[in-house]
């Protein structure tokens, strides 16, 4: 290899991308890593429990009844996490969808249509190199993932016609039916290439999403899952906090322009951590393959050329990668119906309950206090639901002005420049500044930057909309 190719691929993959890849390596193992997430898990639910009750404790004022709380609202908790998960398969095909090809299985349709919608916005340049590998890589996905829907074909198939064979009336399909059809193959084939092949969007159809030299259909997924994992503690965390203050605020505290204000600013971080994953290009992408979930008759099938694959190691480094102006909506949008809005339901949900059985304990514990925490945690319970929809938009916002942010300053830049440039003339010739003009020139300068602003964020919205 010259040194020339060297000296290309890495001016593509800037310090930056290395500084993300650290940080998200120090995220996940704070985070995701099984040990440390169970303790944040259960040190949020203490410190929830906490916050929650606080007030029932102090108008009650029994330290046997906060004993108790705090006892039973964890134990409740495990009780509503157990039940989440008997539920959690209805839950996230409605969340997700079903899957995409139906009893044969697949994606989910959301991830299914989210992957070919940011492959086709994504635009990935390799070296000769490294598409080998990510053809060879390629070849043995596509390959898995035939196997994989022509099993399950054959098994529902199976299935449908055993049944009928079992039935008094259907002594001709006994006749006729044979589970090794030489005709399965044809018929399976049909189904591949004239159904499964063509599933897919305006844009990009499944056959070229699965394409030998399609790298984003390796990325795009690497992309989505990591962002993902570091996004999804940041929700709980944050509703937290919001909880925090919410509680604080209830008890005149604080303002409500400070809540709001640390709410803009938690928004703001949490999609700050979105765009910069999504927007930096992965500086190495492994080629690993995975065999879990796979069918044990498969598994023994590929277990020698995947366990072959992987001891390779493979890695590729894109020389260059761009997306469209469509990407990062895309992103936006799928993070906020499939992961964000999602946890933060859940979330309110689960408070929502402590809220339900703090109020029946403390009625049952002190019927002279009903009243009081009655009032008072309807109040909490409508911040509580209002949370959703306000960290919702504020992540929206946040993660558009970030998209456009050029676009934004560009207005108020201008009008900074309005705002200041008669001072500094005026200082420049007279050597003094009268401050009674002050006034004027800002509220002409604000109302010219919102007029810039509002024309240039229109432009922006009636452009998404049309892609």
């Known amino acids: 290899m010259d040194t020339q190719d060297d000296l290309e691929i890495y001016s593509e993959t800037p310090f930056r991308a290395r500084l993300l890849l650290a940080l998200d390596r120090v995220l996940l193992a704070v985070f995701r890593n099984p040990k440390a997430a169970n303790v944040w898990d259960l040190g949020a639910v203490l410190f929830g429990v906490l916050i929650v009750s606080r007030q029932a404790r102090i ?80 070849q043995l996905n596509k390959l898995v993932i035939e196997e994989t829907l022509k099993l399950r074909y054959r098994e529902n198939r199976y299935e449908r016609l055993e049944k009928e064979r079992k039935q008094p009336s259907s002594a001709l399909v006994e006749e006729t039916f044979d589970p090794d059809d030489p005709n399965f193959n044809a018929s399976w084939s049909r ?7 063509r599933v897919g969007t305006e844009n990009l159809i499944y056959k070229d999403f699965l394409a030998e030299e399609n790298v984003a259909a390796r990325m795009v997924p690497i992309k989505l899952q990591v962002t993902t994992l570091l996004v999804s503690p940041f929700v709980k965390l944050f509703q937290l906090v919001m909880i925090f203050l919410m509680v604080i605020y209830l008890n005149n505290g604080t303002e409500l322009i400070t809540v709001i204000q640390v ?24 080629l690993m393959f995975s065999m879990d979930g796979m069918d044990e008759k498969l598994k023994q099938s590929f277990r020698d050329v995947v366990e072959k694959l992987n001891s390779l190691k493979l890695t590729i480094r894109p020389k260059r990668f761009s997306a469209t102006k469509r990407y990062m909506s895309l992103v936006r949008d799928y993070f906020l119906t499939s992961t964000l809005a999602p946890a933060m339901i859940y979330n309110v949900l689960l408070v929502l309950l402590w809220v339900g059985l703090i109020l029946l304990t403390g009625t049952l514990w002190s019927p002279t206090n009903k009243s ?23 992540y929206w916002l946040t993660v558009f002005v970030l998209q456009h942010i ?28 009268d401050l009674g003009h002050i006034r004027h020139i800002i509220v002409a300068a604000v ?19 049309e892609k």
């Open 372 to 394: 009081n925490l009655i009032s008072w945690y309807s109040h909490f319970s409508l911040g509580l639901v209002l949370l959703v929809p306000a960290l919702a938009v504020a």
């Open 447 to 465: 109302l010219g930057a919102s007029a810039l602003l509002a024309t240039n964020i229109a432009s922006i919205v009636k452009k998404d909309l």
């Open 191 to 197: 189904l591949w290439n004239d159904t499964i092949m």
């Open 59 to 138: 108008y009650i004022g029994n330290s046997l009844f906060s004993t108790v709380l705090m006892i039973i609202l964890p134990i409740f908790t495990i009780g509503w996490v157990f039940v989440f998960l008997l539920l959690s398969p209805f839950v996230l095909s409605q969340i997700h969808g079903k899957p995409i090809f139906g009893k044969l299985g697949g994606d989910p349709r959301k991830a299914f249509f989210a992957y070919l919608k940011l492959a086709d916005a994504l635009n990935i340049e390799l070296r000769p190199e490294d598409l080998e590998k990510v053809k060879l890589y390629n």
């Open 406 to 433: 050029k676009t934004i300053l560009a207005p108020l830049i201008v009008s900074l420049l309005v705002a200041v440039l008669p001072f500094a003339i005026e200082y420049l010739f007279t050597g003094h500044i």
């Open 263 to 286: 709410g803009a600013a938690l928004s703001f971080v949490m999609s700050l951590i979105l765009f910069i994953n999504q927007s930096t290009q992965i500086s190495e992408i492994p």
